[in-house]
């Protein structure tokens, strides 16, 4: 299940403030700006407008300027109409899907990988191209949006919003390299979509005009329905491993789909339908044009997405896959509470307190992780719209997803326990999610060592900051 991580954000400004609109701990807390993210709807607009203009309004270059500047930026991306794919917004488009893949759901378990149809209706509604940059023919969509419509795939099914996730963040390489090269990548091949890995363990060797690539990569989503495989090399050249400052330079080698081979790895009990495999390719041709740095390489198209480090990226959608997938759980355990009497029981479950007591903290986790994962995009969106993306950012929205991701877990676990034998079948959907979540928590994304890693942070500790 592969998700590179982004190169790291530019430290924090002197002086800049988190937005974060919830109550965190010790220095997450004491750099918060007054009230970004929260515009002032008790006051008429004519008035706001005569303080914008008033002589004694603070100067440009003072953080009261800056955090109403950020306010009203925030208030029109809120009004901006919604990107339209192909006639229609992007969640439209995504909703309308939801028939078709939730009609899939089994192939999609049995066969470990995204029914073709269901696939190309997907890549001509242009999904996965939603974070590819605007000015090659890409989405480019605005982080609050885009997690909005994983959330949608994800309640319909968990594996397909897996691959869309993965394929469409991996779209932000497009960023960084030359639009002529990248519109050859991602948009003039047929519904292109690349798959990737993350770890560097392939060697591509220098030779004129480029690299020869070879190395079996694992954790690659999606590669059954990919156009392109990106290999993921350390460089060698005169037969040493290069370097880039003080470590082994590595990048992405775009290769086409056919000329790699695809390895039937992905056995899980959990996530089946992501067809996560491995790929192999040997002594591959990649021209030097054709490749990328994976960690450090510099923005070409410098849009408020791109700044925003690509881990965190991932992270929002790994999140939004898993609440989605809870409320479904949720939705789908009312329908079975409303109908089932256990066994040695007089009432249906939902007439049970100990069974209501369950679901209302469900909902309640639900909401609260759901409300904190929407919370921290839309303040990290704000600030890279601004230019001021902070560690304060950073911390908040890892935080959010880790939490949203372990919430997803707890609720999932809460209504199969009370679900009974009914929920042990394989074809029951509790069933499923019940697996499923428990892959996605084994994920990098999901991993508990990050709420030590915000803690540490929080506490004013030294943390190493590229995980953020």
Known sequence: ?????????????????????????????????????????????????????????????????RAARVRREQLLASRAPALETDGRSPLDAARKLVPQIRSCADEIEAK???PRPLFEAMAD????????????????????????????????DASTGWCLNQGAIFGTYAARMPREV????????????????????????????????????????????????????????????RLEGDQPEARYMFVPVGEAELLDTWHTRGMRGTGTHHFAVNNAFVPTERTVLSQTAPLIENAPLYRIPRTLLFASGDAAVALGMARTCLET???????????????????????QLSVGQAEAHLRSGRAFLFEAVREIWAASVNGAITLDHRANLRLAATHGIRLAAQIIDSVYNAAGATAAYDDHLLQRHFQDIHVITQHLQGRLAHYELVGRYSLGLKIDEARL
Not at 2 to 10: K, L, Q, R
Request: hydrophobic letters at 40%; charged letters at 25%.
């Open 125 to 156: 509604a242009g999904l996965f191209h939603l974070a590819v940059p605007r000015a090659i023919g890409g989405g480019e969509l605005d982080l609050p949006t885009y997690v909005q419509v994983i959330e949608e795939i994800g309640k319909a």
């Open 333 to 355: 355990f009312g329908e079975l509470a409303g109908a089932k009497t256990p066994r040695a029981m007089q009432a249906l479950l939902r007439d049970q307190p100990m069974v």
């Open 182 to 241: 990248a519109r050859t990548i991602w948009i003039d091949t047929p519904r292109a979509v690349v798959a990737n890995t993350p770890a560097a363990t392939a060697k591509a060797i220098v030779v004129p005009g480029g690299y020869r690539v070879t190395g079996r990569q694992g954790f690659s989503t999606g590669c059954r329905h990919a156009a392109w495989v990106a290999a993921h090399a350390q460089i060698i050249e005169n037969g040493q491993v």
């Open 112 to 114: 470990r990988e995204l």
């Open 1 to 65: 299940m592969a998700d590179p991580g982004g190169a790291a954000s530019p430290p924090r400004p002197d002086g800049a403030r988190d937005p974060a609109g919830v109550r965190l701990p010790s220095r997450l807390a004491r750099r918060r700006p007054r009230g970004l993210g929260q515009p002032r709807h008790d006051a008429p607009r004519a008035a706001v407008r005569r303080r914008e203009v008033s002589p004694r309004a603070p100067p440009r270059d003072d953080p009261r300027h």
